[in-house]
């Protein structure tokens, strides 16, 4: 395990906490907590079971739905600059074949798809996706096309809510992916890399299946959490191998399927970064900032706004952000609200269609103090010369 810091308190608190989660079966985790003037990191676990190679602070993680936030950020830059509007919808912006067949989405809007209000399946809850996606007829050497999961839920009736209602689905976020592409003339990832991954620096983060990984890290081996009810919904792929009775080995797999719904492997401390350039205005401009968080009732007593997330910890301060889940990676990018504390938390495990698990990045997060720790850790030394 690693520490860049070990002076305060609230340090040794944060890294116990995932030295916990660690010794409740999660492989590894690494986690990144930054302020204004600087960054600590935090790794606890190993990368792989077997060689017990110890997870560093440049392992890349798959951070599921975190990715959401990058394409929120490229969308809103296309509507500062003209090339998009909020109001424009799926039908007049992609060609027929592509949202042939999925209820409500030829009338979806650019901002309904962004605040999960616009009332279109999500195919990563079809049941024969998950088992091709992710369980039993997995084929880790496949990479899909980036309209691919769209073809599960090409039917004439829908499980969704109507439109207007929250019903988070990963179908808007792929359907703003192509929205991209097709408002930029440039492949989304292209976009997400321009606009963000290189003005930011941020050199450990990229979109498996659509890029060439970085020179400088590699992602952890990757494990998931085959419980009963994985078994049950996703069942086991025979290219992944036990572990134990409760994990699997599914590095051998990819996240092409996930794309701008998911498909993003990046670092704690690149993540950390870009949360604080998104918080401090520096990828969006005030208005564009004020849309993405116009919030509405979510779930669980979250609350939504146009690519993220604001949650209420028992303490009372709000926090923005997202939480990621893929096959193989739990992730959690979370900061402050008014406040100068950015926090990052990745595993190399997944829980996606698991129910209930020992323990994540998410349950690092929710179940614990962590954030506050973390909050407390910038107060008594965000001002210190970084080591």
């Known amino acids: 395990m690693e520490r860049s810091d070990n002076s305060a308190d609230s340090s040794r608190g ?39 190679q110890p997870i560093e602070k440049t392992h890349l993680f798959g951070i599921g739905s975190i990715t959401k936030v990058f394409v929120a950020v490229v969308v809103l830059q296309l509507v500062e600059e003209g090339k998009l509007r909020l109001s424009d919808t799926v039908g007049a912006l992609l060609d ?20 999960h209000e616009a009332g279109i399946d999500s195919w990563e809850d079809d049941p024969t996706w998950i088992r091709s996606g992710r369980g039993i007829e997995t084929d880790p050497s496949h990479i899909w096309s980036k309209t691919e999961p769209l073809d599960y839920i090409r039917r004439s009736k829908k499980t969704a809510p ?8 990963n179908t808007n976020y792929t359907l703003l992916g192509l929205i991209i ?20 620096g941020l050199r450990h983060t990229y979109l498996e299946g659509f890029e060439r990984p970085p020179s400088e890290g590699s992602p952890p081996s990757r494990y998931h959490w085959a419980t009963d009810a994985f078994r049950e919904t996703a069942g086991v792929s025979p290219s992944f191998p036990a572990v134990s009775d409760r994990l699997i080995d599914c590095t051998s ?32 401009r005030p208005e564009s900032l004020a ?92 001002h210190a010369a970084p080591p």
């Open 253 to 284: 797999s990819n996240l092409s399927t996930e794309w701008t719904a998911g498909g993003i492997l990046s670092s704690a401390t690149d993540l950390v970064a870009f949360g604080a350039a998104l918080r401090d205005g520096k990828l969006l």
């Open 96 to 115: 027929p074949s592509v949202y042939r067949d999925i209820v409500d989405a030829e009338d979806a809007t650019v901002a309904r798809l962004l605040s």
């Open 162 to 169: 109507e439109p207007g209602k929250w019903y988070y689905s």
């Open 291 to 382: 849309v993405m968080t116009e919030w509405r009732p979510a779930t669980n007593g979250e609350e939504m706004g146009h690519g993220l997330f604001r949650m209420k910890r028992p303490d009372g301060r709000r926090w923005l952000g997202h939480f990621g889940g893929v096959l193989g990676f739990t992730a959690a990018l979370w900061w402050e609200e008014g406040g100068d504390t950015v926090v990052s938390v990745l595993s190399n495990v997944g829980t996606m269609h698991a129910g209930n698990v020992p323990s994540s990045a998410g349950h690092v997060v929710v179940k614990s103090n962590l954030l506050e720790l973390a909050s407390e850790l910038t107060g008594a030394g965000g």
């Open 14 to 52: 944060i890294l116990g906490l995932i030295d916990d989660s660690v010794g409740a079966g999660v492989p590894g985790l690494s986690a990144a907590v930054c302020s204004s003037h600087r960054t600590w990191t935090f790794t606890s676990g190993v990368s792989d079971v077997h060689s017990r």
């Open 181 to 200: 592409e097709k408002a930029a003339q440039s492949p989304a990832e292209v976009e997400i890399r321009r606009r963000i991954l290189t003005p930011l």
